[in-house]
């Protein structure tokens, strides 16, 4: 390979794109080693290396595994993030639910890398000196949050049953998603993906509905 065709991706970029670039490959390079050796043998240097850059790059962006695992877990984050805000639009009670199931379900088919590593720094996460806890709370917050408020829009809307605890809807539905999506990663063969996520739909939809609504079906 030529040196002008080595540089010619970054050729004409500011210090500042040079930079968010160097990042976004670090990142992906963590990904693809946390799922390939895990935590613990995914260092900085090798890290920095398959991203194309010197060894010691990573340390200094990121200054430790911690400081660029928080930035992994907050890149995917705001990938899903930007995956369901598209799908589930303006939608509010089961509707936006549901269609958030769906959004998932597809990120996972589709990005299996980036949820596969993100499990495994969500469990890895718990360990007494992982150092990015805090940042795995803050992103399942995020998502409680978010249910939470679809399901106070649909109980507003009289789509959802007045009883229902939103902040322990939104408990359970998080649960249940990351729950499911464990096991697929663990055994694929044994746990029907699709299925799952068409069953949790109806779930969804029998148990959130109004009193009046379940009489009447």
Do not use: N
């Not at 935590?39 to 595994?65: H, N, Q």
């Not at 322990?168 to 096991?183: D, K, N, P, S, V």
């Amino acid at each position: 390979m030529s040196a002008d065709t080595h540089a010619s991706p970054r050729a004409g970029l500011s210090q500042a794109e040079r930079a968010a670039l160097s990042d976004r490959r670090m990142i992906e390079a963590a990904i693809e080693l946390v799922v390939e050796r895990g935590v613990e043998k995914a260092t900085l240097k090798d890290i920095g290396e398959r991203a194309g850059y010197s060894r010691g790059l990573a340390t200094y962006r990121f200054g430790s595994k911690a400081g660029l695992f928080r930035a992994v877990i907050r890149a995917v984050a705001q990938r899903w993030l930007g995956e369901f805000t598209r799908d589930v639009g303006a939608r509010s009670g089961v509707t936006a639910l549901c269609a958030c199931v769906d959004s998932w379900s597809r990120f996972a088919k589709e990005s299996p890398l980036h949820v596969r590593a993100l499990h495994i720094l969500f469990y890895q996460s718990i360990g007494p000196d992982s150092g990015y806890r805090e940042r795995v709370a803050e992103v399942l917050e995020r998502q409680r949050a978010d249910v939470a408020a679809w399901v106070r829009a649909g109980i507003a809307a009289g789509e959802i049953d007045p009883a229902v605890d939103p902040r322990r809807q939104a408990e359970l539905f998080c649960a249940f998603i990351y729950g499911w999506t464990y096991q697929w990663l663990v055994a694929p063969q044994t746990v029907d993906f699709q299925g799952v996520a068409e069953d949790l739909k109806r779930m969804l939809r029998a148990s959130l509905a109004p009193p009046a609504s379940r009489k009447a079906s």
